[in-house]
């Protein structure tokens, strides 16, 4: 079991800047894979960006590129999401999860997180 918690979300203007965190225990954290994703209001959950185990390999959606950054300290069992240029459109529950298999597929995530809120006012 991995377990995942996420924090940093909350209300902020549209061209601001949030960095979530997703802290994780239990299994060994430095061997998954792992990816963020957002369910926006009204939508299905939505890949957002991904990291392998390592941190060498980074995978976002087209909708935030060059505008959000995902990162991990295998060390602090932590993965991040840097968001700058935030939109309104970028509302929405933000999960973090971990795999071994595709990063890009939510039905191929073993463990998720509770999700944090994150709003971007216009």
């Known amino acids: 079991q991995v377990q995942l918690v996420e924090s940093g979300g909350g209300l902020v203007q549209a061209g601001g800047s949030l960095r979530l965190s997703c802290a994780a225990s239990g299994r060994t954290f430095s061997n998954y894979s792992m990816g963020w994703f957002r369910r926006a209001p009204g939508k299905e959950r939505a890949f957002v960006a991904a990291i392998s185990w390592s941190g060498g390999r980074t995978y976002y959606a087209d909708s935030v590129k060059g505008r959000f950054t995902i990162s991990r300290d295998n060390a602090k069992n932590t993965v991040y999401l840097q968001m700058h240029s935030l939109k309104h459109e970028d509302t929405g529950v933000y999960y973090c999860?971990?795999?071994?298999?595709?990063?890009?597929?939510?039905?191929?995530?073993?463990?998720w997180g509770q999700g944090t809120q994150v709003t971007v006012s216009s």
């Open positions: 999860a971990a795999t071994h298999r595709s990063v890009y597929l939510t039905h191929d995530y073993d463990y």
